[in-house]
């Protein structure tokens, strides 16, 4: 500033020495007027003059010059020269940032595809190549469901696309099993994230395998304890009598939760279940009997019907895990206490059945985990109600087989409410009013 001052202060003298050397030659030969008019012209043909030379050397694009001089224009280039400097070293730096970042996104062994509003590729990395069958540069500016020909992969692409689409084979190998997500970013472009999942899903078959395998051979074994068990009379032994007893219990406990095991190897194999009209007024009873019996007049068990509509999908499988809820809300709630079965419909077209009890609750940090396999918030109350451990991952199995979803809501001393949520596509009008005869 101190220097852009100075220079303004010389140039303002300078003006007026020329004007008043002007003035002096006017007096002089009698044309004061002209004199000034011509020192005008020529104070002002030098300001065009530079201001030409910076607006060509500007419309190039190139580093002003250093300043020659001290004057206005000289402090004017430099400044100008300065902020140029700064500029291109930034731009420099952020090439280099660019270039790292690029580089980093190239090594990453998952394949990362950028693309734009209309899902024409931007960029891709060398693991897209290998993973996608993408070619450099080929395939750049093409559409990205042009070259990835499957029909999940298109319909999924063109969605929402807010949940990863798991298990797609490769289009270069149909034995790799890719995992895809979509991530959005600015300006309506996005980024897809592919993932080799061949080994996970390997390893998963493996465990599924081997629970199925070890389950499937503990039941004999299990069957011939519990006959042997069954043979000896607790009246025969009384000095054992308590012995037996925990034995037999035990020993009905592990037939469950090999029965339990298997039927989660089964629900695991399953891509689908039948579907079938299930009609739910019928299906609520039988389930409020069940929990009857089972509380042998313990507990209050209400049913509620706020939507009239049937449920398409597997009877023998949507049965049991019904059953489970209601059975699991009998258990853990004291006598006394209330059991609530409700059929209601959603804002959204859907529909949920909810078993509500008025037991002890779940706090908060276990939610997340109860549909775990052998997850238990307390052991020992477990243990004493019966229960394995594997009937909620169960109800989950069969809910995600119908497109559904379990919601849990539990604090405690304010009892616990389990839903079932089911979608739109999967509500049925009542037979009379479809129409049917």
């Keep these: 500033m101190r220097r852009l001052r100075r220079a303004w202060r010389a140039g303002a003298w300078r003006l007026a020495a020329l004007f008043a050397i002007a003035l002096a030659i006017g007096l002089a030969s009698h044309a004061p007027i002209a004199c000034l008019l011509a020192a005008s012209a020529l104070a002002l043909g030098y300001n065009l003059l530079r201001l030409a030379r910076f607006a060509r050397v500007l419309a190039t694009q190139r580093l002003v010059p250093a300043a020659n001089g001290s004057g206005v224009w000289g402090v004017i280039a430099d400044t100008i020269r300065e902020r140029q400097r700064l500029a291109l070293a930034g731009k420099r730096r952020m090439l280099r940032r660019l270039h790292d970042f690029r580089d980093a996104a190239a090594a990453l062994p ?258 997340p985990r109860l549909t775990e396999r052998f997850y238990r918030v307390s052991t020992s109350r477990s243990r004493e109600t019966g229960g394995t451990g594997l009937g909620l991952s169960i109800v989950k199995h069969v809910l995600q087989l119908h497109q559904a979803r379990l919601e849990i809501q539990s604090a405690p001393g304010a009892g616990s409410t389990f839903s079932c949520v089911f979608g739109h596509e999967r509500l049925l009008e009542p037979l009379a009013l479809a129409g049917a005869p």
Excluded: C
């Design 110 to 367: 998952d394949a990362v595809v950028a693309l734009d509003r209309e899902q024409r590729i931007e960029w891709f990395n060398a693991a897209a190549a290998n993973l996608l069958g993408l070619e450099y540069p080929r395939d750049l500016g093409a559409h990205l469901h042009d070259l990835v020909r499957a029909p999940r992969f298109a319909e999924w692409l063109h969605g929402e696309a807010g949940d990863p689409l798991a298990d797609l084979p490769s289009p270069v190998d149909a034995e790799r099993h890719l995992s895809l997500r979509l991530i959005r970013r600015a300006e309506d472009r996005s980024l897809l994230v592919v993932r080799d999942v061949s080994q996970l899903l390997r390893l998963e078959q493996v465990r599924r395998d081997f629970v199925a395998n070890v389950s499937h051979e503990l039941r004999t074994p299990l069957t011939v304890v519990h006959g042997y068990l069954d043979m000896i009379e607790p009246e025969q032994v009384p000095e054992y009598e308590s012995i037996l007893h925990e034995l037999r219990n035990q020993s009905r406990r592990m037939t469950q939760i090999v029965e339990d095991l298997l039927t989660l190897s089964r629900l695991e194999a399953r891509d689908d279940l039948p579907r079938e009209r299930i009609n739910m007024r019928p299906l609520l009873l039988a389930l409020s009997r069940e929990a009857a019996a089972l509380s042998q007049g313990q507990h209050t068990v209400l049913v509620e019907m706020d939507d009239g509509r049937d449920l398409l999908g597997s009877t023998k499988e949507l049965h049991s895990a019904f059953s489970n809820l209601v059975t699991n809300a009998v258990r853990y709630t004291p006598a006394g206490g209330q059991v609530t079965l409700r059929w209601q419909r959603e804002a959204d077209g859907g529909a949920r059945l909810a078993v509500a009890d008025t037991g002890h609750g779940i706090p908060a940090q276990h939610l």
